[in-house]
């Protein structure tokens, strides 16, 4: 079975550019997650879709950040403008759709490391 | 709302030693769900172990187990036999029954020597 799957791996740009992070979550997972780990912390939830519909976007900074799932597939998270502060790894994670009874695991991608200089 | 809080930056362990990771968190709630989450150096996250808060058992996954002190709100992972590929981050986590958003705690490194 193919994992969560990102790109690019790596991103350098310069604050005040934009920048746009892809996931393809594992084949039949209808909930995708967007987690934003700054080095030296935990990673921490942006924005979570239940297939194209958003469940949890509260932590979602949405002047600057922006996310959608328009087919309830992959994933596309923008920053614009960056900022020094958005460098981090934004991980990507996926599980099965209905919650009934036991918590569906969540499996992560590679991540993405972004640095904004 | 739900925090966790992993007090042991690094810890370091010989292999085939048994090292002890620690975790304490805080909840209202009731009902909730526990994890240990590890991230080797490629930085892709994996699930070790997970523990349901109404089960009093501790949960155990092959070499790892948990100690889940309810009332002390304390969830601590225990590594037995030690492994190279033991070495990586280490993530505490938790999340609420009614949710799947996951809090985690700022991570443990764990080095295993030769």
């Known amino acids: 079975e193919a994992g969560v799957a990102q790109s690019p791996r790596y991103k350098i740009i310069e604050k005040r550019q934009s920048v746009a992070f892809w996931c393809n979550p594992i084949s039949g997972h209808a909930t995708l997650y967007w987690y934003q780990q700054i080095l030296g912390q935990g990673p921490k939830l942006l924005i979570q879709f239940q297939n194209n519909g958003v469940v949890d976007d509260s932590q979602l900074p949405k002047d600057r950040f922006s996310a959608e799932r328009l087919k309830g597939v992959d994933s596309t998270l923008k920053i614009q403008p960056a900022k020094l502060e958005d460098s981090a790894v934004y991980l990507c994670a996926s599980s099965f759709p209905s919650k009934k009874g036991p918590w569906e695991t969540q499996y992560f991608g590679p991540g993405t490391r972004l640095l904004v200089l | 709302a739900q925090t966790v809080t992993q007090s042991q930056p690094e810890m370091s362990v010989q292999e085939a030693e048994t090292v002890t990771l620690s975790c304490t968190y805080d909840?209202?709630?009731?009902?909730?769900?526990l994890f240990w989450y590890k991230q080797p150096p490629s930085r892709q996250m994996i699930l070790v172990i997970r523990?349901?808060?109404?089960?009093?058992q501790n949960a155990t996954e092959n070499r790892f187990s948990v100690n889940f002190q309810k009332a002390a709100k304390s969830f601590s992972l225990k590594i037995s036999d030690s492994q190279l590929g033991d070495t990586a981050m280490y993530f505490c986590a938790s999340s609420s029954y009614n949710t799947d958003k996951l809090i985690f705690g700022t991570g443990t490194r764990l080095q295993v020597f030769p």
């Open positions: 523990q349901e808060a109404y089960k009093q």
């Open positions: 909840t209202s709630e009731n009902n909730y769900y």
